[in-house]
């Protein structure tokens, strides 16, 4: 069994910054693909940043610029640097990860966190 813990998330104003983590832990033998995903009252979940383990990055439009995507392959954590932050960015922030559960390709599965609310106000 696999567990994605998000932390980070809040209140904040406009223009203001917050860092997101997601730990990873349990039956973890290697973490692929690695992505932040969000999801505002009344709209469909939507990619914000994903990462693959060698380090390629996308970004969604509406972010580039402002978020920063890393992760720390040791140890099984994921991040999100977001800046400049707007109100439209408020939503809960959701981890997504890839897990290989030993070094057989496909034995492995996906998994999501429960997410952390980020709220951008004045």
């Known amino acids: 069994q696999v567990q994605l813990v998000e932390s980070g998330g809040g209140l904040v104003q406009p223009g203001g910054s917050l860092r997101l983590s997601c730990a990873a832990s349990?039956?973890?033998?290697?973490?692929?693909?690695m992505g932040w995903y969000r999801q505002a009252p009344g709209k469909q979940r939507e990619l914000v940043a994903r990462?693959?383990?060698?380090?390629?990055?996308n970004y969604a439009d509406s972010v580039k610029g402002r978020f920063t995507i890393s992760r720390d392959n040791a140890k099984n954590t994921l991040y999100l640097q977001m800046n400049s932050l707007k109100p439209e960015d408020t939503a809960v922030y959701y981890c997504?990860?890839?897990?290989?559960?030993?070094?057989?390709?496909?034995?492995?599965?996906?998994?999501w966190g429960k997410g952390t609310q980020v709220t951008v106000s004045s």
């Open positions: 990462i693959t383990r060698g380090g390629s990055i």
């Open positions: 997504n990860a890839d897990v290989q559960f030993s070094a057989a390709i496909l034995n492995r599965s996906n998994y």
């Open positions: 349990g039956s973890v033998f290697r973490i692929n693909d």
